[in-house]
């Protein structure tokens, strides 16, 4: 039989649908509640799409559907595993971890943000990482006081919990 007619795929075929890992932050793995709740669904959104699939019988079709979510259930069961659930924040005297911070910008305008982990962190929708340079600035500060922001400030006007 020719080799024309095998269906194989060549090692080359093989490595293009192989993705490099979702890179891990060196950070602790902070997380919020909700944001534990919304690993945890990632996770079985991407076991699912790993067993829809896993069932394409299709060997050359299977393993380019496969390996996203592959890479994806690797990544979230590892975040899961590191993951340190922090409780919400019982006072409002200083910026911390949970809390949603309103603060206004030299430049006249006003911004509130919930300081939530790395991985539930959306700025669009009003979270950011406590790992970015917002959030650095602004832990530990209060009502009132000023952070510098590279060559920028922020005025904390308002902490309040969540």
């Known amino acids: 039989m020719s080799v024309a007619f095998v269906k194989e795929e060549s090692a080359e075929a093989a490595a293009e649908i192989q993705l490099p890992e979702r890179p891990i932050s060196p950070h602790p793995n902070l997380v919020t509640e909700a944001g534990l709740k919304q690993l945890e669904t990632q996770l079985r959104e991407a076991q699912a799409a790993l ?5 394409i019988e299709d060997v050359n079709e299977r393993r380019r559907r ?3 979510p ?9 975040r899961l595993r590191t993951a340190e659930p922090m409780p919400n924040p019982d006072d409002t005297e200083t910026v911390a971890f949970g809390h949603v911070v309103t603060f206004s910008r030299d430049d006249g305008r006003v911004q509130t943000y919930r300081i939530v982990g790395e991985d539930e962190a959306d700025p669009a929708a009003g979270s950011i990482s406590y790992v970015s340079p917002v959030a650095r600035a602004l832990m530990g500060k209060a009502v009132g006081d000023v952070a510098a922001l590279g060559e920028r400030e922020i005025e904390i006007t308002e902490i309040a919990v969540p």
């Open 51 to 55: 067993e829809v699939a896993g069932a």
């Open 70 to 78: 592959s890479r994806d259930a690797r990544y979230f069961a590892e």
């Open 66 to 68: 496969l390996a996203i």
